[in-house]
């Protein structure tokens, strides 16, 4: 049975950095992609940052800009989001999820089969 266990998020003032992590388990993941969404109040899950789990390879959405980065530590079966720099906007649930479809493109939400319960990250003014 596959588990996601987030941790790290927290409440930090703007221009704070912050390390997010997913904790995986369950099976190996070798083939996987595995990603970072988030959701705002009253705002739909977006999706963050995506790493594939073999080769290392990321992808980001446009707004990351730079201050956002996705990691992977294949020993200890954990991906990493490091932020910096963040801002309110950043405020969101941010949950972690392994792709399983493999029919879309990375960042469509339908490809993902597995979640973690997600970690709030608070960014006040």
């Known amino acids: 049975q596959v588990q996601l266990v987030e941790s790290g998020g927290g409440l930090v003032q703007a221009g704070d950095s912050l390390r997010l992590s997913c904790a995986a388990s369950g099976r190996t993941f070798s083939g996987d992609v595995m990603a970072w969404f988030r959701q705002a109040p009253g705002k739909e899950r977006e999706f963050v940052a995506a790493?594939?789990?073999?080769?290392?390879?990321?992808y980001y959405a446009d707004f990351v800009k730079g201050l956002l980065t996705i990691s992977r530590d294949n020993n200890k079966n954990t991906m990493y989001l490091e932020m910096n720099r963040l801002k309110p906007e950043d405020t969101a649930v941010y949950y972690c999820a392994i792709r399983k479809l493999r029919r879309g493109p990375i960042p469509a939400i339908s490809e993902y089969g597995y979640w973690g319960q997600g970690t709030q990250v608070t960014v006040s003014s």
């Open positions: 790493v594939s789990w073999s080769t290392g390879t990321t």
